[in-house]
């Protein structure tokens, strides 16, 4: 897995690529919460190139967007290819974070 920040005056954007297994789940989690601690009024999650994430990927989503509303941060997946979108789907996430389809429209939302 790998994680490219880009960051502007009110929006964090994290591109991810490769896997959200298990091993990477910590990292992953651990990048998107050093983030939060810039304080973004939104941090995207740009899942483009994500190829899978599994159950301890899920779980640093819950626990980042869980801390995202604490900080009153707006978090934001899009650009989900139809594997990841399954997997969300199936395991509820979807109903639990805000997901888009593209980048442009994640950027249109209104913070």
Wanted: aromatic share 4%; glycine share 2%.
């Amino acid at each position: 897995m790998e994680i490219n920040l880009t960051r502007d005056t009110k929006t964090m954007i994290a591109r991810i690529s490769g896997r959200v297994d298990t091993i990477a789940a910590s990292a992953f989690q651990r990048t998107l919460e050093e983030a939060l601690d810039c304080r973004p009024d939104r941090i995207i999650v740009n899942m483009e190139d994500m190829a899978y994430i599994s159950s301890a990927g899920l779980r640093s989503v819950l626990i980042v967007c869980r801390k995202a509303q604490a900080c009153r941060t707006t978090l934001v997946c899009c650009c989900m290819n139809q594997i990841v979108r399954k997997i969300f789907d199936v395991s509820g996430f979807s109903r639990l974070v805000k997901i888009v389809d593209t980048l442009d429209e994640a950027e249109s939302i209104v913070i």
